[in-house]
């Protein structure tokens, strides 16, 4: 019989799960500003904006010092490496600038993707290699949290069983590496909306991949209370001529979710009361009470107004959801936001009014809360790029 050596204390385990608890609040998610120099480039490029160094810190700058309206919105920020070590105009540290106003902060670990020989196409994701004295320099640094994606494809072979393995072994190692150093790992297994597969093939794939995940989350003795995951709503290919409403989304993403992911990852948090035993004397009871941690899913190229939608549909399902059911988006919180603000500085205003609005609808729709019908124009553009990775 296999048998499990102690991994975290009680007291690393309790740590873990309130941080995750913090991050996805009720009414809160998650600010992924963690894109790459190569994948800032993209963007900064469909606004005329050059791709430098002072650019990059700009724009990040305009998201980060948005008022107080969106405390009750975002409860953590992913940060790139370079991110994490800038500093506002005033020489205020982007960090400190989070952690002031009580937003964690959290950091993008993994070094992007590279093709898995042997497949037709596919990729796994590299960094593990001086993972965890870089998880050790970051907690020192400020960071509760991490971030690391996969990236899986859908086609008439993909993924295929090794991808998946490979892809979910990377993940759970990611994590149990993250978790000794007290830092909460979030999960991200992305499988694109690339191709013309119907809801009900992405819905069949994603069951099967997160399988897969928590299969190995078990093998690699990770902690699921000190987890948080990320996946991909349940949506057909961008190419799909069949048009599906949000509630079968919503219908089809939480099935999925509740195929495969364990109520464990529900989570448990302590905590005392006292009683009195018959002799009137006092004494200390600790017990489990049931608490939820989050699935905060990722926008996969939807228009801002769709990933809204869809969100808000998922919190509406009548199924039952034993996790809280948020948000991590990047481009679904930021694109009207970059798109105001096109590099000028009379525009910085105007950009940080589209990213609150944005962190409001998020907020409203994590609560099942957000009625539609939010005019955003230009949002309603698809995020959508083929074969995106960064």
Known sequence: MTHQFPTLSEAQKRELHETALRIVSPGKGILAADESVGSMAKRLAQVGVENTEQNRRQYRQILFSADDRINNCIGGIIFFHETLYQHSDNGVPFVKMSRDRGILVGVKVDKGVVPLAGTCGETTTQGLDGLSERCAQYKKDGALFAKWRCVLKISDTNPSKLAITENANVLARYSSICQQHGIVPIIEPEILPDGDH?????????????????????????????????????????????????????????????????????????????????????????????????????????????????????????????????????????????????????????????????????????????????????????????????
């Open 198 to 390: 119907d809801l009900k093939r992405c819905q069949y794939v994603t069951e099967k991949v997160l399988a897969a995940v928590y299969k190995a989350m078990s093998d690699h003795h990770v902690y699921l209370e000190g987890t948080l995951l990320k996946p991909n709503m349940v949506t057909p290919g961008h190419s799909c001529s069949t048009k599906y409403s949000p509630e079968e989304v919503a219908m089809a993403s939480l099935t999925a979710l509740r195929r495969t992911v364990p109520p464990a990852v529900t989570g448990e948090l302590w905590f005392s009361h006292r009683n009195k035993s018959n002799l009137q004397r006092q004494r200390t009871v600790s017990v489990y009470l049931p608490v939820p941690v989050g699935v905060a899913f990722l926008s996969g190229g939807q228009s801002e107004e769709e990933a809204s939608v869809h969100l808000n549909a998922i919190n509406n399902c009548p199924l039952a959801k034993p996790w809280i059911l948020t948000f991590s988006f990047g481009r679904a919180l930021q694109a009207s936001a970059l798109r105001a603000w096109r590099g000028h500085k009379e525009n910085e205003k105007a950009a940080t009014e589209q990213f609150i609005k944005r962190a409001e609808v998020n907020s409203l729709a994590c609560q099942g809360k957000y009625t539609g019908g939010d005019n955003c124009g230009e949002a309603h553009q698809c995020n959508y790029g083929s074969c995106y990775a960064y």
